[in-house]
Every structure is written in C-alpha cells, then in structure tokens.
C-alpha cells in the first residue's frame, strides 16, 4: 500500500454504508475474541468451578490457552490496524490515511494533528544541536508523518 493514502468518502449514503460495514466487521471480530476468551475461562476453573493459574493447567491446557491468549492478541492487533478504525482515537466513521511505516490507518483529523506536531518539532529541532535517545525517537516518529 502507498504511503500517506487517504481514503474519502463525501457522500453521505456511501458514509452511511462504510460505517455500517466497518461496525459489523468489528463486530464479528468481537464475538471471535469473546468466544476465545469463553474458552479460556473454562480452561482457568477446576472441576469445583475455582479459579487456578496456569501454573496449575496441565501442559496441554497451557498450550491451549496461550494458543487462544495469542489469537486473541492477534485479533485485536488486527482490528486496531485496519482501516475500520482508528489507531489513536479509535472511531469508526471518520476518512482514514494511512502510515505505512506503522502499517496503520488513522482518522484524517489524527493524522492532521500527528503531521502539525510532526512540523513542529522538525522547527524547533532546527534550533537544537543537541539530541537525547528520546527526542531521536520522537523525531523519527514524526518523520513517518511528514
């Protein structure tokens, strides 16, 4: 996927249709991941229905659960990257841009706002000659927006 695509939509029925498919995905993704987590719980109670770690599960019930422990991981990573939602704000009926430095999608007024910051710290770097590890971090993530 190209960097900095923005997808737009102006026409309020169109909106209207994306949101709705947005929210249903999301929805089905959700009911995935209460379903693993369904299926984790049974794993965490005893045949007397109390809770144990999984220190105490059998090495086939911690396979088990740290395979739904991962899947569920891997569905929320999915649904916070895609193009349904948001990465920082997290709505769902806004145009999206996409990053691909951090393979995610973020609303046009998240990406606006990361970009104005973006300018402004390349501005006030300027002035600098000195940098800390944690002001090259935050300068590299502002690149990805600029």
Known sequence: MRDKRAI????????????????????????RW?????????LERDSGGKYRSVDEMTSEERKKFREFQEEQSKLRDLANRSICKCLVCGKV???????????AWYCTECYGLERRVALKR??????????????????????TFL
């Not at 209460?34 to 049974?42: A, I, S």
């Open 8 to 31: 737009i939509i102006k026409a309020p029925r169109l909106q209207n249709i994306r949101n709705n498919l947005r929210l249903l995905w999301l929805k089905t993704v959700s009911q």
């Open 34 to 42: 209460n379903e693993l987590f369904d299926k984790m719980e049974v």
């Open 93 to 103: 009926d806004q145009d999206m841009v996409y990053n691909k430095t951090y393979d």
């Open 122 to 143: 390349v501005e006030t770097r300027r002035q600098k000659r000195e940098e800390s590890c944690e002001e090259r971090a935050i300068s590299d993530h502002s690149k």
